[in-house]
């Protein structure tokens, strides 16, 4: 498809065409049902004006009460700053060329389906906003009549949104940066020792937290960047009991690493698999009192766990790994006393369910997230009154 098709759609068609356009357009089933979606839906002929738009592209228009927009072209109804100044208005000015609209109407036009997303700027002198759009487009033929059905949503707050969240992580972690190696340059005499390294383990929390609600926004956005390093799981395991050694002071809860475990090196990207363990630990942690000990193993062989039924149907199979049929496998698991409840053990991996309260709940969901779509894991659990909680990570030793 050629630049000039796309900068320069057909002559428009004139008014007693586009009303017999219309006329034939609303004899067609699609015009009743798409009139009350909550998805602004238009069509437009092959000159690319407006034939008809139900209610909610209607409303994204923000034309006057008493207008109809008939015979205009989409950016024109918009009120796109670039149509008003085109020799033949929405369409023909050099932008157009770079228009994701006019593409997706181009695509259409000839008989595909198209999707992409555009920037429309819309308002007078002194007045601009701007609108981030999505729009999906596919033909439509009828009545001997070929036309390009949109449907255009808006996305200006979601693309708001994502730029404000970035712009508050790096600032954000800069300062928890800062303020860690500030903490750390610090000296002091013996008695002050422990009010330091307290805050010290209060910044790498800090940024422990910050970081993980960056990786799991980036792992919904399918944006998560994966950096495979080899990986020895004693290290790393000694390295997620010692980020808890002062968060667990004056609580009575001890974690230690289970005597079952066993050594083994893997391929992973080493900061996620951390992140996951993390999540894993304070899972089991929280679910803990006074006097409690949590366990925190790893090795190539799952041990046995009392009470353990196999399967949950939840958090996936916990077959031996000689069964998978995937090849060796290497297991991180923590182990708490307390059983869950019932209905956390049908929820614990939905999205922001949580028995703390709300605001919470993306720990264990994120967890398996991360570990199944990026790490290429599986993720378990097992729950049982008298033999506690495990959560086990099952991730591959050889990885092409």
Known sequence: MSVDYLAHPE??????????????????????????????????????????????????????????????????????????????????????????????????????????????????????????????????????SRFAVLTISDISASRRRDALERVFYHDILNTAHGLRGLISTLSCGEGERRRIDLARSAAEHLVEEIESQRSLQAAEDRSLTVDPVPVEAAELARTVIEFFRFPLEGKGISLEVDPASSPFVLLVDRSLLRRVLVNMVKNAIEASTRGDRVLVGYGSRLPP????????????????????????????????????????????????????????????????????????????????????????????LLRS
Not at 37 to 55: E, I, S, T
Not at 88 to 94: E, F, I, L, P, V
Not at 105 to 114: D, F, I, R, Y
């Open 11 to 144: 002559k428009r068609h004139e008014a007693r065409r586009i009303g017999a356009e219309r006329a034939a357009l609303l004899q067609a089933p699609s015009a009743v049902v798409l009139e009350d979606f909550p998805v602004p839906v238009v069509f437009v002929n092959g000159a690319r004006q407006l034939v008809w738009a139900n209610r909610a592209a209607l409303a994204l228009f923000e034309l006057p009460a008493d207008s109809e927009p008939w015979g205009l072209r989409v950016g024109e109804a918009f009120g796109c700053v670039h149509a008003r100044g085109a020799p033949d208005g929405c369409g023909t000015a050099a932008h157009c060329a770079l228009c994701g609209a006019a593409h997706g109407m181009a695509h259409a036009l000839l008989g595909e389906v198209h999707e992409e997303d555009y920037l429309v700027m819309r308002g007078g002198t002194g007045k601009v906003e701007s609108l981030d759009l999505s729009v999906w487009s596919k033909p439509f033929e009828f009545a001997d």
């Open 305 to 396: 766990f009392d009470g353990d039924p196999g399967s949950d149907g939840k958090g996936g199979s916990r077959v031996h790994p000689s069964d998978t049929g995937t090849g060796p496998s290497g297991f991180f698991w923590t182990v708490n006393r307390a059983p869950m409840e019932r209905t956390a053990r049908e929820r614990v991996f939905e999205r922001a369910f949580s028995t703390k309260g709300r605001g919470r709940g993306f720990g264990t969901y994120g967890m398996r997230l991360i570990a199944e779509r990026y790490l290429g894991g599986r993720v378990a659990f097992s729950s049982e009154e008298g033999s506690g909680t495990r959560f086990t990570v099952e991730l591959p």
